[in-house]
């Protein structure tokens, strides 16, 4: 008996992560993964007295772990989504940025922009289609559309949100399109799906013309000032409640849409319309839901992370995700669906809150570089090709000439070192071998991890913590705490409740979910959590 008992733990222990569950445990009807765009590991917490509902219900009742983050430098929305989506890193998927450089066309291009594809709009304007065409590796939804068959559905206000999540190919793919029109691309199909059309007449995008977003609790349970330094508003509105939105069928109608929890509301119910129309996690196989509310970030630029503003989206997120919750329920089934939560990325406070931070503009780093470098290569000082986000391309043959002579490459680096808001600068042969993306310097190992040969500048800046390039308002997309941390929960089926101090990043939702479901992903980068799941 000891020798059988001993050749069935080590039999247990030989089972791969995406090994078939088998009669071990049956496969959750439906997953369900939710991104919270821009939300940082601190809100749960310093606005938890605040929550009520669908997030205090992940929270208690599923496995949180409360020291997630990002292991790279680019945390940014496309980066994030893309992460989450497919269990890799950017050093991997290749999705380094929410736009780059194109060396090939000499234009910046959005991560997911496709001139191979066209729009398909429910409106009545198309033009130019998205994809993951740049996308390196597939996602989970991808997987389990190819292994189990699954349905697939994800929706956002952005296309690189919506599109991080189902990758390549999906259902049912839409994004609210710049156009003020939900749309999708001819990469996932190639006229108007249907059953949306039917929606959208009677819950159009301008349903909530005419509101006026106020607290929905009382003032006195809000944190600090309505109106602290730096806030601003947008389209006419004030950094003060109450903010009204503009009347239908106004540009600013649509402005004020994006940055207020009503387009929160729209996803949710649009995600209940998926899941009947579909009959997503009603039938016989396990079927994939991705929804990203992408609210809270469009607020937390403007008003900050500590504005009433922001604490009043999350309240109002909190009943979303009950509702969202609750349909499940009814429609799936308790305890027959999984849940993913997480976040693309933190966000910096604003800097006017912030004695140690502050503002160094995108175009003084290219002027440092260009006067650095004008006093050896003479000319008419135009070297740089682009500084897009945090990196700088040289113009086609400049990067050799300026490494080919070592005062002119350190007097280059050297500028951009001398600004006051830079901490480092990064050479893209420091972060190019792999040894890089193991460096005991923590954040050469962070910027390795971001970088990917072809796509990523010659040289990547990293400002100094508390500062940003944004001349107004606040931003994200460094390797500092409050842009990497963010909460990572698992609830539902499969899944044990309770807080995990243990380390942990977003890629390990796509690669739990994928072990819980039984299916491989191709090279991931995260791990199985196995701390959240249930004995089988």
């Given amino acids: 008996m000891k020798r059988v008992a001993v050749a069935l733990a080590l039999l247990l222990t030989c089972v791969p992560a995406g090994a078939p569950l088998g009669a071990q445990a049956a496969r959750p009807k439906l997953v369900v993964f939710i991104v919270v765009d821009q939300m940082r590991a601190d809100y749960p917490v310093r606005y938890g007295g605040l929550l009520q509902h669908g ?28 992460t989450i989506g497919t269990g890799s890193l950017p050093y991997k998927h290749g999705m380094i940025a929410n736009s780059w450089y194109d060396r090939d066309t000499a234009k910046v291009v959005t991560c997911n922009a496709d ?37 697939v559905a994800t929706m956002s206000m952005k296309a690189r949100s919506a599109i991080g999540l189902a990758g390549h190919k999906g259902d049912f793919v839409t994004w609210f399109g710049d156009k003020h029109a939900w749309e999708t691309s001819s990469a996932f199909t190639p006229a108007p799906v249907g059953w949306f059309v039917g929606y959208l007449k ?9 509101k006026t977003w106020e607290r929905l609790l009382p003032v006195a349970r809000y944190k600090g000032p309505d109106d602290a330094p730096g806030e601003r508003g947008t389209s006419g509105w004030t950094a003060t409640f109450p903010h009204r939105m503009g009347p239908a069928g106004d540009a600013a109608y649509y402005a004020h849409l994006q940055q207020s929890p009503y387009m929160d509301e729209q996803l949710e119910a649009m995600a209940e319309a998926a899941v009947d129309q579909m009959h997503l996690g009603t039938e016989d196989r396990t079927d994939f839901l991705g929804v990203s509310f992408s609210s809270l970030d469009s ?25 969202l919750l609750a349909y499940l329920d009814k429609k799936v089934g308790a305890g ?14 604003l800097p006017e809150q912030n004695p140690a931070g502050g503002r160094q ?23 740089v090709a682009a500084v897009s986000g945090a990196d700088i391309y040289f113009k086609p043959g400049v990067y050799e000439r300026l490494k080919a002579n070592p005062a002119a490459h350190k007097a280059a680096i050297d500028a951009v070192k001398a600004l006051p808001g830079v901490a480092r600068v990064f050479t893209s042969d420091e972060l190019a071998p792999a040894a890089a993306r193991t460096s005991s310097d923590p954040q050469v190992r962070a910027a390795a991890l971001s970088y990917f040969a072809g796509r990523s500048g010659d040289m990547t800046v990293l400002v100094k913590e508390h500062w940003m390039m944004p001349a107004t308002g606040t ?19 499969g899944i044990k409740p309770g807080v995990r101090e243990e380390a942990a990043t977003p890629a390990d939702l796509a690669v739990t979910i994928a072990h819980l479901v039984g299916v491989p992903l191709p090279s991931p980068d995260g791990k199985v959590l196995t701390g959240a799941l249930k004995p089988r």
């Avoid at 729009?119 to 292994?147: C, I």
């Avoid at 009677?202 to 005419?210: F, K, S, T, V």
């Avoid at 931003?475 to 089926?493: K, S």
């Fill in 55 to 82: 997030l205090k219900r992940l929270m208690t009742g599923g496995a949180w772990y409360t020291k997630a983050a990002y292991p790279y430098l680019t945390t940014v929305t496309c980066v994030g989504h893309s």
């Fill in 115 to 151: 001139p191979d594809t066209t729009d398909v709009s429910y409106g009545a304007v198309t033009g130019t289609g998205d994809s993951a065409k740049r996308m390196m590796v597939p996602t989970l939804a991808e997987v389990m559309g190819d292994v189990l068959k699954s349905r």
């Fill in 202 to 210: 009677g819950n159009p995008a301008d349903r909530d013309a005419g």
């Fill in 299 to 323: 607020v937390g630029h403007t008003y900050g992370p500590r504005s009433h503003e922001i604490q009043d989206m999350l309240v109002r997120l909190d009943i979303t995700l009950g509702k």
């Fill in 336 to 349: 027959q669906y999984v849940v993913a939560l997480g976040a693309d990325h933190g966000v910096a406070g």
């Fill in 361 to 383: 503009p995108a175009q003084t780093i290219r002027a440092a570089v260009e006067a650095a470098m004008k006093p050896v290569f003479g000319g008419d000082g135009a070297y």
């Fill in 475 to 493: 931003t994200h997309g460094t390797l500092y705490e409050y842009d990497r941390r963010v909460p990572v929960i698992l609830f539902g089926a």
